[in-house]
C-alpha cells in the first residue's frame, strides 16, 4: 500500500489525539486552582437617600430592588467610566441651574438615568435627547419642536424644561420620589394608581415595573457617581470631559440662513456650529427669535455677521420675488401652485421636490 504523504499523516494522528480526548472523562483534566479571577461583590451602603428623602432599606423587597439595579450598574465598566467622563462636561450647567431653582441637587442624575448623558440619544417610543421627552410633554414645558427646531436636542434648552416640568410633578405629588416616578409612567398614570390603590407613598404604590426599576436605577447612579473609587473607578482630571467654551447669540431673522454661509463668514465650520447646535435640525437657520451658540469670542462677530447675511438675502430675495416664493407658515404646494398659477408637478420639477414637504422659510422657485 502507497504511503500517505507527510501532511495526510499529520492531519490524521491529529485527528485520532482529539477523537481521544473527546472519549476521556472529565477527571482526566484537573482543574487549576485560581483558573478564572475572583470577583468580590460591592455591598450597598448602609444607608441612602434620594433628594434628600430616606429610602426604606429595611424592607426586603426596597433593598433588594436596589441592590439589583446597583449590581448592574456597578459591573458596567466602561459605562460608568462614560458617565463620569461626561459628567464633568454637563453636570456644572444641571448643578448650577437646579442650586439658582433651590432644587435637590440628586435631580441631575436622571440624566444619566434617561440618557447616559448623550444628547442625541432616541427611544423607541419617540423620546429624545438628554432628558428624554416626548414631543407633546417638550412643548407643553417650553420647548420649540417643529421642523426647523427641536430644543429637547439641546442640554440647555431641555435642562430648562425637565427642571421646570419635575418643580411642577412635585408641587403635584408632594415628594420628588413621586416626581420622578411621574417623570416615567406620566402625571396621569401616577395620579390613577394613587386613586385606586389609595396609597401616597411611593415605596407602598405598586408602580409598572419599569418606573420601579427607573428610582432604583437613579439610586445606584447616585451612589456610584458619588464615591467612584470605592468602586474600582479611577479617572484623571485629563480624561474628564470639560464644559465646551461657547458664546450664547439671540437670532431675530426674518428669511433663513443657510448655516454653511455664517460659517463661512465666521471663520468657522458648518460642522463646528452643528454641533453647537444639535437642535436646528437642517442646513438653514431658520426665521424667527431663538437662540443659538458659537464658539467662544464671537458673540460680536455672530451678530454683525446676521445682519450683513440678512441684508444680502433679502435683496436677493427681492429681486427674485417674480420667480422665487418663500414658504409661509400653513402652506403647502396645492396652496402656493394655486396663488402663483404654476401645476404642482412644475413646482415639484422646478424645486428638485419628490414629496410634498415644503418647509417654513424654503425658497421655492415658482418660474423657469
Given at each position: 500500500m502507497r504511503a500517505l504523504p507527510l501532511f495526510s499523516r499529520v492531519t490524521v494522528s491529529l485527528m485520532a489525539l482529539i477523537s481521544m480526548m473527546v472519549l476521556l472523562p472529565s477527571f482526566a483534566f484537573p482543574a487549576q486552582e485560581n483558573a478564572y479571577p475572583v470577583f468580590d461583590n460591592f455591598p450597598l451602603p448602609e444607608?441612602?437617600?434620594?433628594?434628600?428623602?430616606?429610602?426604606?432599606?429595611?424592607?426586603?423587597?426596597?433593598?433588594?430592588?436596589?441592590?439589583?439595579e446597583f449590581t448592574i450598574a456597578v459591573w458596567d465598566r466602561a459605562q460608568v467610566f462614560m458617565w463620569l467622563k461626561r459628567a464633568g462636561r454637563y453636570f456644572p450647567h444641571s448643578e448650577k441651574k437646579l442650586a439658582e431653582a433651590g432644587m435637590p441637587d440628586d435631580l441631575k442624575y436622571l440624566a444619566v438615568?434617561?440618557?447616559?448623558?448623550?444628547?442625541?440619544?432616541?427611544?423607541?417610543?419617540g423620546a429624545i435627547g438628554p432628558w428624554q421627552f416626548m414631543a407633546r410633554t417638550a412643548q407643553g414645558n417650553g420647548l420649540r419642536k417643529d421642523r426647523m427646531i427641536d430644543e429637547r436636542l439641546s442640554f440647555e434648552h431641555s435642562t430648562e424644561a425637565a427642571l421646570k416640568y419635575?418643580?411642577?410633578?412635585?408641587?403635584?405629588?408632594?415628594?420628588?420620589?413621586?416626581?420622578?416616578?411621574?417623570?416615567?409612567?406620566?402625571?396621569?398614570?401616577?395620579?390613577?394608581?394613587?386613586?385606586?390603590?389609595?396609597?401616597?407613598?411611593?415605596?407602598?404604590?405598586?408602580?409598572?415595573?419599569?418606573?420601579?426599576?427607573?428610582?432604583f436605577r437613579i439610586a445606584a447612579i447616585k451612589i456610584i457617581m458619588e464615591n467612584p473609587k470605592t468602586y474600582g473607578y479611577r479617572l484623571t482630571h485629563e480624561q474628564v470631559y470639560r464644559p465646551i467654551e461657547c458664546d450664547t447669540v439671540p437670532v431675530k431673522i426674518p428669511v433663513q440662513l443657510h448655516i454653511k454661509d455664517v460659517a463661512s463668514a465666521l471663520g468657522t465650520d458648518f460642522k463646528v456650529l452643528k454641533e453647537f447646535n444639535p437642535q436646528i435640525l437642517n442646513c438653514y437657520l431658520p426665521a424667527g427669535h431663538y437662540t443659538i451658540k458659537v464658539p467662544s469670542g464671537l458673540a460680536s462677530r455672530m451678530t454683525t455677521v446676521l445682519k450683513q447675511l440678512t441684508r444680502t438675502a433679502s435683496r436677493r430675495m427681492k429681486k427674485a420675488s417674480d420667480r422665487y416664493y418663500v414658504v409661509q407658515p400653513g402652506d403647502t404646494l396645492s396652496h402656493i401652485a394655486r396663488r402663483k398659477g404654476v401645476p404642482v408637478v412644475t413646482l415639484k420639477r422646478l424645486n428638485g421636490i419628490r414629496g410634498s414637504l415644503i418647509m417654513v422659510g424654503q425658497m421655492l422657485r415658482v418660474s423657469p
Open positions: 444607608s441612602v437617600s434620594l433628594c434628600g428623602e430616606p429610602m426604606p432599606l429595611e424592607n426586603r423587597r426596597v433593598r433588594e430592588m436596589l441592590d439589583r438615568a434617561e440618557s447616559s448623558l448623550l444628547t442625541h440619544i432616541r427611544s423607541s417610543q419635575l418643580k411642577r410633578l412635585k408641587d403635584m405629588f408632594g415628594t420628588w420620589t413621586l416626581a420622578l416616578a411621574g417623570y416615567n409612567c406620566g402625571k396621569t398614570r401616577l395620579k390613577k394608581e394613587i386613586e385606586k390603590q389609595k396609597v401616597t407613598g411611593y415605596y407602598r404604590l405598586n408602580l409598572p415595573l419599569e418606573t420601579e426599576r427607573f428610582i
